[in-house]
C-alpha cells in the first residue's frame, strides 16, 4: 500500500488550499484515514481522522477550518483547508489503517493507530 501526498504550497494567511492523499496498492471496504502534521521542532500532531461510514472528527485547533473528504472512485482522500493561519505551517501527513474500531474516534488520534503513510506534504502559511 502506498500514500502519495501533494497540493501543498505557499499560501497567505486567511487563504485556503487543499491536499489530496492518493491511495494504491490495495482498496479496503473498510478504513480509518488521518491527517497529521508537523511543525518543526514540534511532535506530530493529530489534524482529523475520517473512518469509513462515520463523520470525520477534527482537532479544536482546525475544527470549523478544515474538512476531510473522501473520492472512492479515485481512492483519493482531501484535506481542505481554509481561513488559514501562521500556525497551521507545518509539513501535512495522510495516513491510513484498515483496523477500524468503533466508539470515540478520538481513539485514532495517536501517529501509533496507523499502518501506512504518506511522504508529507509542506504547507507553509505567511502572515
Known amino acids: 500500500v502506498q500514500l502519495q501526498a501533494s497540493g501543498g504550497g505557499l499560501v497567505q494567511a486567511g487563504g485556503s488550499l487543499t491536499i489530496s492523499c492518493a491511495v494504491s496498492?490495495?482498496?479496503?471496504?473498510?478504513?480509518?484515514m488521518g491527517w497529521f502534521r508537523q511543525a518543526p521542532g514540534k511532535e506530530r500532531e493529530f489534524v482529523a481522522v475520517?473512518?469509513?461510514?462515520?463523520?470525520?472528527y477534527y482537532a479544536d485547533s482546525v475544527k470549523g477550518r478544515f474538512t476531510v473528504s473522501r473520492d472512492s472512485a479515485k481512492n483519493t482522500a482531501y484535506l481542505q483547508m481554509n481561513s488559514l493561519k501562521s500556525e497551521d505551517t507545518a509539513i501535512y501527513y495522510c495516513?491510513?489503517?484498515?483496523?477500524?474500531?468503533?466508539?470515540?474516534?478520538?481513539?485514532?488520534?495517536?501517529?501509533?493507530?496507523?499502518?501506512?503513510w504518506g511522504q508529507g506534504t509542506q504547507v507553509t502559511v505567511s502572515s
Open positions: 495516513a491510513l489503517t484498515n483496523k477500524y474500531l468503533s466508539g470515540s474516534p478520538y481513539y485514532y488520534s495517536s501517529p501509533a493507530r496507523y499502518v501506512w
Open positions: 475520517h473512518r469509513s461510514g462515520d463523520t470525520p
Open positions: 496498492g490495495r482498496t479496503f471496504s473498510v478504513f480509518v
